[in-house]
């Protein structure tokens, strides 16, 4: 029997794991990058981020690099996962789903 929270999506709101940053940190970040003059080091200990993630937000034009070499990388084929790896992950992501059913955080 298929979880009833499984066709519920969560991404792109506050349970979205994958979101590090709100869109008012990042731009907070900028801030304090170019008024304050704080490295890119202590901003990612601030924050409690990589320093790369920091870079990204800081300078789009090397995010958007990365995203398209990235894009070429896969293409490639690497980064693929084993059909039991990606089992376990999507597992796992619906098990959380579930979790926030119960507790009543999404509906």
Known sequence: MPY????????G????RRIKL???QKEYIKWLREKQLISYSKLAK???V???LIQFI??????LRNKESLKQRKAEGRYKPTKAEWA???REHR????????????K
Do not use: H, N
């Open 13 to 16: 709101t506050q349970y979205d």
């Open 95 to 106: 098990r959380y789903k579930e979790q926030l059913k119960k507790k009543g955080d999404i």
């Open 58 to 63: 800081c300078c789009p034009d090397k995010y």
């Open 4 to 11: 009833k929270s499984e066709k519920i999506r969560i991404a």
């Open 22 to 24: 709100t869109p008012d």
């Open 88 to 90: 376990a992950t999507i």
């Open 50 to 52: 990589s320093k790369r």
């Open 46 to 48: 601030i924050f409690g």
